[in-house]
DNA sequence: CCGCGCGATTGATCGAAATCAAACCCTCCG
DNA sequence: CGGAGGGTTTGATTTCGATCAATCGCGCGG
């Protein structure tokens, strides 16, 4: 159920509510949703792979995206994983005519999808967009060395504490989260095998995690934090 | 000897030829010098550290930069390493206001030195620098993602070899390369330990890598590949 | 030319996570 | 109500790279 649509008015309030959209004023705010078009994926379906000619680039609107390559094995890792709000692919404007790197469904969903070319010729008219797009380099590239620099310096227990820590509201002393997506695709993100994040989580149990399905509950954030 | 001053004509010269002022047009370009002072820092100086207010980007003119970031134990990680030509620190250019890692010379380095108010503003008025700014931070995003792949995809022979690879001419069956820069600080680069490099390159002896110092001699670069 | 010192190498050991395999536990469906 | 299947957990083993320690070797200054 791949079809190209207009954005119907739910997909529009949502898209305009994204970190990307959100700072854009009403001029260029009307002209990206104009070249919008909304497109959905069922879960797994492969979205685009490393080496194909980059026609467009996307934001999430429901659902989970993951990015990443394959290796000569055909062992896959996670760069990315892109929930709604998210945009990706965009560093293909101004950069070489080809995707970098995979993209597929981790489970259904909606997109947004903007043709390059045409925001291209956008940016040009509209420093508006020119800069929302430069801020969303921005931060994808400050999460991206984070996600290195995180990859290089932490342990499994404590990649899973830092994402705890970034889900729960701030100052708080407990906290219950649900997680917003399957283990393994966290596992994923975090750079980790499945089993390794099942074994983090209970490795954190005795710092007052309790894991139950997609629940997890957190007795102590600042125990967390020491990890 | 970390004085400020203006870029004398050598260096006004290297300057123009980096890829980040190479986009520019002559207006663009007269702008960006005109606002560059050099600086000079010793091997092993902080240039800036991880939670400083940003004042500043960097362009490289010669020699090696780390950044790096710290654990809560303060063992150390390489981010990046900036060599000749390299800017760094620009994704400040629009985020908050403080420094995200640690910046070290890893030898004595030129730089030149940006006001992040002033190329804020240049920025605005010239859609020139803007792009040149966007295409850096998409060049950087993308190499960061690879790093991120690379890390969890690749062995540390696998690792040096593709460094290998990516400083050998296109196109050649065999070739002789002198590393840039202290084996440790590849070590860094790549995320090994320097025992663990030493042990890669020993590795790759097989393949027919031959190591003396800086000096890498590489029989046959089709064997890298398989690595 | 010698000796010093730092970077690099080598060896031994340790530890974290991947991998392989099996059991478990839901949820969904017949 | 029972069974099936996918995701998750648990256990055993293996592998890779970090760490610690000692040695080597090269460049530099005395």
Redesign the pocket.
């Known amino acids: 159920m791949n079809k190209l649509l207009r954005l119907n008015s739910r997909e529009k309030s949502i898209l305009v509510k994204t970190p990307f959209m959100a700072s854009l004023g009403q001029a260029a705010l009307q002209k990206m949703t104009d070249l919008a078009t909304a497109i959905h994926f069922e879960?797994r379906d492969i979205l685009f792979r490393e080496g194909e000619e980059a026609e467009s680039f996307y934001c999430v609107l429901s659902g989970y995206v993951r990015l990443y390559r394959l290796n000569k094995d055909g062992?896959e890792a996670d760069i990315r994983i892109c929930g709604p709000g998210d945009t990706f692919a965009e560093c293909l404007l101004y950069l070489g005519p080809n995707y970098r790197y995979n993209a597929q469904a981790a489970e259904n969903v909606t997109l947004a999808r903007f043709d390059i070319q045409r925001v291209r010729a956008a940016a040009e008219q509209d420093t508006d967009i020119s800069r929302a797009i430069m801020q969303s380099l921005a931060n994808h590239l400050l999460s991206t060395m984070d996600c290195v620099a995180n990859d290089?310096l932490?342990?499994?227990?404590?990649?899973v504490a830092h994402f705890l820590l970034t889900s729960c509201p701030k100052e708080s002393t407990s906290a219950s989260i649900r997680?917003p997506f399957?283990?393994?695709?966290?596992?994923g993100k975090l750079?980790?095998?499945?089993?390794?994040?099942?074994?983090?989580?209970?490795?954190l149990r005795r710092a007052g995690v309790t894991?139950?399905?997609?629940l997890i509950q957190i007795n102590d954030v600042n125990a967390l934090r020491q990890i």
Do not use: C, I, Y
Not at 191 to 203: K, M, N, Q, T, V
């Open positions: 879960s062992r290089r932490q342990t499994a227990p404590q990649r997680l399957q283990k393994s695709l966290l596992a750079g980790l095998a499945p089993e390794a994040l099942s074994r983090a989580f209970s490795a894991v139950r399905g997609r």
